[in-house]
């Protein structure tokens, strides 16, 4: 586990822009549930993709005319319960961190695995959000 100090400007990088911070599995639950709209939740990480690509890729994407309902996040290992109940609900896909997931209506219409973060820049993360926000938010 991750020192508090270590991980706090992380987390605050999305929640400064309006991401939820999620610490607990009942708080993922009941976002998630929530069948209202629409949902982007990101798998934060320490590593250097999600410092270079990934919350520059995410905060860029919100620059866009339709946006998500609710963003939330959820830091892996860190908040390691929440992030194992987020997961649950990412199925089929496997373990990434970090990851993005997009639901509607409580069902997961969009991820985006590691492997589309480490090797992307944060201006091909946010093109690939704002093609799914506009399909589906």
Same mark, same amino acid.
């Given at each position: 586990?991750?020192?508090? /100090?270590?991980?706090?400007?992380?987390? *605050? @990088?999305? &929640?400064?822009?309006?991401?939820? *911070?999620?610490? &607990?599995?009942?708080?993922? @639950?009941?976002?998630? /549930?929530?069948?209202?709209?629409?949902?982007?939740?990101?798998?934060? #990480?320490?590593?250097?993709?999600?410092?270079?690509?990934?919350?520059?890729?995410?905060?860029?994407?919100?620059?866009?005319?339709?946006?998500? &309902?609710?963003?939330?996040?959820?830091?892996?290992?860190? *908040?390691?319960?929440?992030?194992?109940?987020?997961?649950?609900?990412?199925?089929?896909?496997?373990?990434? #961190?970090? #990851?993005?997931?997009?639901?509607? @209506?409580?069902?997961?219409?969009?991820?985006?695995?590691?492997?589309?973060? /480490?090797?992307? &820049?944060?201006?091909?993360?946010? *093109?690939?959000?704002?093609?799914?926000?506009?399909?589906?938010?």
């Amino acid at each position: 586990m991750y020192p508090p /100090e270590l991980v706090k400007p992380m987390k *605050d @990088d999305l &929640t400064q822009v309006g991401f939820s *911070d999620l610490v &607990t599995p009942s708080a993922v @639950d009941e976002i998630i /549930e929530n069948k209202n709209g629409t949902l982007l939740m990101v798998v934060n #990480s320490v590593c250097g993709c999600a410092a270079g690509n990934m919350r520059p890729g995410v905060k860029l994407s919100l620059q866009n005319a339709k946006t998500p &309902t609710q963003l939330a996040t959820v830091f892996a290992g860190f *908040d390691t319960e929440a992030v194992a109940q987020a997961r649950k609900y990412f199925l089929p896909y496997p373990p990434s #961190s970090p #990851s993005i997931a997009l639901f509607k @209506d409580g069902k997961l219409v969009h991820f985006l695995e590691r492997h589309h973060i /480490e090797g992307g &820049t944060a201006q091909m993360i946010a *093109d690939n959000l704002q093609t799914a926000y506009e399909e589906f938010c």
